[in-house]
């Protein structure tokens, strides 16, 4: 199957300071990628979805200055937390589809456990 | 708007036994896909099957089947033969067709395979 790569896989930050989280699809251009969070022993939230080239649309409650994302190529999208807090801690997870398949299958990535401190 | 429930929070099988996790769905939409979906503890997601609705045909791959019944909103999840590998979380998920590819999940469920 595809491939979608996701960095880094952990990271700690201090409280106030922000942190970036790429996702990128390795063998296949993804004109749609996917920003999932996962709490503990939770199941995945959409947050936003994210579009080539054009501004994300984001899920209801979720606050759109504080999680910046970019998408500025078919291989590649961006979310960045911005002034994180300890709440923000959690699992993210990306995911991407591959537009030249007949049918819509959703590639993941591996994960960004954030931790904030 | 569709809301996915997995009314089983953990599940235990016996290594080449079988166990079916269960899952309904609500939704006003008549063509859609529904999924199963593995996540171990890596947190890999990985699609283990697929049904879209206009099949009537349960969707099979390999050790692993469902039942589907649309008039029911159920979608239930057979594993055959367990394995240890097979040990996970596994979140059932459903997508309205032509909606970009915008999943919803269910809470999923804990599956834990004894020796």
């Known amino acids: 199957g595809a491939v979608v790569s996701q960095h880094p896989s952990r990271v700690i930050c201090k409280s106030g300071t922000s942190v970036k989280i790429e996702c990128r699809s390795l063998?296949?251009?993804?004109?749609?990628m996917f920003w999932y969070r996962q709490f503990p022993k939770q199941s995945l939230m959409l947050m936003a979805t994210?579009?080539?080239?054009?501004?994300?649309?984001?899920e209801q409650g979720v606050e759109k200055d504080k999680f910046l994302i970019n998408h500025a190529s078919l291989t590649l999208s961006t979310l960045t937390v911005t002034s994180a807090h300890p709440e923000d801690s959690s699992f993210y997870i990306c995911?991407?589809?591959?537009?030249?398949?007949?049918?819509?299958?959703?590639?993941f990535g591996q994960g960004t456990r954030l931790t904030v401190v | 708007a569709q809301t996915v429930t997995q009314s089983q929070p953990e599940m235990s099988v016996q290594e080449a036994e079988t166990v079916t996790l269960s899952c309904t769905y609500d939704?006003?939409?008549?063509?859609?896909?529904l999924f199963w979906y593995k996540q171990p503890p890596s947190r890999q997601m990985i699609l283990v099957i697929r049904?879209?609705?206009?099949?009537?045909q349960n969707a099979t791959e390999n050790r692993f089947s469902v039942n589907f019944q649309k008039a029911a909103k159920s979608f239930s999840l057979k594993i055959s033969d367990s394995q240890l590998g097979d040990a996970a979380m596994y979140f059932c998920a459903y997508k309205v067709t032509g909606g970009g590819n915008k999943l919803t999940f269910g809470t999923g469920t804990q599956l834990k395979v004894e020796l």
């Open positions: 939704t006003s939409e008549s063509d859609y896909y």
């Open positions: 994210s579009n080539e080239g054009s501004k994300a649309t984001y």
């Open positions: 063998d296949f251009q993804a004109t749609t």
């Open positions: 995911s991407a589809r591959d537009g030249g398949k007949g049918w819509t299958e959703a590639f």
């Open positions: 049904q879209e609705a206009y099949k009537q």
